[in-house]
């Protein structure tokens, strides 16, 4: 696989100090954080940190002074103890070449170069915590609410270097989706699948994942974030895993659902076709200047149709989507950013549009182009919500409670792609695992045929 590269790490740098041009911009990368006794956490990079520079180790620094355009990276110096208990560390030169700065100097000289570099300024944007960094300075003010302002509206918009590690993270998350789709069978425990998921993630390099994996089967696949994946798998049940890696921090965010034993029954057709259906409109109508939540209201629209037409939801459609009939069934949003956090900044205040619709959704975004998002809608039958007396009262007239009774033991289907919004053209889907009712069969055929041959010969 050939990997990106790092040469877009300066550009944003350069976009960062355009935008806050009259103050010497710091920013601390992240610590170890101690899991319990002497064990740490794996580590893992500050997003911001991570955007601007591509340095995924603890302990470093960034100064960029923008009237002189400067940026200085600070590494930490391998001592005796981290070479004999760790190993070593990449060298000034290594830095760099490797991550395009001006300057590369260990941590020692944090001080001196900001003392250096401050000539000339007041402001400084700055986080808090870098407070003790700037004690030795003369008088100063410190911005860090600017900064996180800044770092949000940039983080938003993702430039091409970025979507190429979200294509990395996509191609190998979504190649590990199928992979478990071929070898899941009923009578498996929910973590073999995670095992499949995670390990082939691992074996193309990819050792962390954007958030903890869901394998849900049956039943469980009505708690959305379920991820005990304790259970059994059993024939009959389908396989909701929503499970995405990240590549030098970026995540891929993907949820599959698919049959233990490799075929759809005729109920769970009726139930995924549905939600397929509200998955591939809302995709296809992302394009720049849509709002997030008429997007929103567009997927509960079909779904409430779809639920209708099965005999689970009565009256008109509009209706049931005010009165909160639909979000008994599909309780989440349809979208959210994605980026260097599964659940990526959403573009700084200037980008929160109040919300046309009736409907309260927790993104309420215009779409631009350069947005990666999450596509995601999905039908539960959650029995805490079903059989609650108070709920079974309120809705009766729009929920068809005895037609729901078939549906108890369903659990749910949830499909989810990750889109790039382009300024011409259709939305990019970044995910390429198949989800047409057919090929996902044919997916699951494909992997017992295979095991079958391996048997034989
Ligand atoms: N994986 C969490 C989500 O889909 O938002
Ligand atoms: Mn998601
Ligand atoms: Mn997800």
Same mark, same amino acid.
């Given at each position: 696989m050939n990997l990106p /590269?790092? @040469?877009?790490? /300066?550009? #944003?740098? &350069?976009?960062?100090?355009?935008?806050?041009?009259?103050?010497?911009?710091? %920013?601390?990368?992240?610590?170890p954080i101690v899991r319990n006794g002497d064990v740490e956490y794996p580590f893992r990079q500050q997003s911001d940190f991570l955007y601007l520079s591509g340095f995924e180790e603890p302990g470093a620094w960034i100064l960029i002074d923008p009237k002189r355009k400067k940026d200085v990276l600070f590494i930490p110096k391998a001592d005796e103890h981290h070479l004999v208990w760790i190993g070593t560390l990449p060298t000034l030169e290594e830095s760099r070449k490797r !991550?395009?700065? /001006? +300057?590369?100097? !260990? &941590?020692?000289?944090? +001080?001196?170069?900001? $003392? @250096?570099?401050?000539?000339g300024y007041r402001k400084i944007y700055a986080p808090k915590e870098a407070k003790d960094e700037l004690k030795h300075l003369g008088r100063h003010s410190i911005f860090p609410e600017d900064l996180r302002e800044a770092l949000e509206e940039l983080r938003a918009v993702k430039i091409p270097g970025e979507i190429e590690l979200l294509k990395v993270s996509n191609r190998v998350s979504g190649d590990a989706h199928i992979e478990v789709m071929r070898q899941t069978r009923p009578g498996q425990y929910e973590y073999e699948a995670q095992a499949v998921f995670e390990s082939e993630c691992l074996k193309s390099g990819l050792s962390s994942l954007g958030y903890p994996s869901i394998v849900a089967t049956g039943k469980n696949a009505?708690? %959305?974030? !379920?991820? $005990?994946? /304790?259970? $059994?798998? $059993?024939?009959?049940?389908?396989?909701?895993?929503?499970?995405?890696?990240?590549?030098r921090g970026y995540s891929a965010d993907i949820t599959r659902t698919f049959p233990a034993n490799g075929r759809f029954t005729r109920q769970q057709r009726d139930i995924y076709s549905i939600v397929l259906e509200a998955q591939k409109k809302s995709i296809s109508s992302a394009r720049p200047g849509a709002l997030s939540a008429e997007l929103h209201v567009l997927s509960m629209r079909i779904i409430a149709e779809g639920l209708k037409s099965l005999g689970i939801l009565k009256g008109e459609v509009d209706g049931l989507i005010e009165n909160g009939a639909v979000r008994?069934?599909?309780?989440?949003?349809? =979208?959210?950013?994605?980026?260097?956090?599964?659940?990526d900044v959403i573009g700084g205040k200037k980008r929160c549009v109040p919300n046309p619709t009736k409907v309260p959704v927790r993104f309420s975004a215009k779409?631009?182009?350069?947005?990666?998002? =999450?596509?995601?809608?999905? #039908?539960?039958?959650?029995?805490?919500?079903?059989?609650?007396?108070?709920?079974?009262e309120k809705m009766k007239a729009q929920i068809n409670f005895k037609a729901v009774k078939n549906f108890l033991h369903f659990g749910g289907i949830r499909i989810e792609d990750d889109i790039l919004i382009r300024s011409v053209g259709a939305a990019l889907n970044l995910t390429h695992v198949p989800k047409e009712i057919n090929d996902i069969e044919r997916i699951c055929a494909e992997g017992r045929e295979f095991e079958n041959r391996k048997k034989r010969f």
């Open positions: /590269s790092f @040469k877009h790490y /300066s550009q #944003i740098r &350069q976009f960062l100090a355009q935008r806050l041009p009259d103050g010497l911009i710091l %920013l601390k990368g992240g610590n !991550y395009g700065f /001006s +300057k590369v100097c !260990y &941590q020692d000289d944090l +001080k001196s170069e900001i $003392k @250096k570099s401050f000539n009505a708690v %959305l974030h !379920y991820n $005990k994946n /304790s259970d $059994k798998i $059993k024939d009959g049940d389908l396989v909701l895993i929503d499970a995405g890696a990240e590549f008994v069934f599909y309780p989440h949003g349809l =979208t959210h950013m994605l980026g260097l956090d599964v659940h779409l631009e182009a350069g947005f990666v998002i =999450t596509m995601e809608p999905g #039908i539960y039958f959650i029995r805490f919500l079903l059989e609650n007396p108070k709920i079974q």
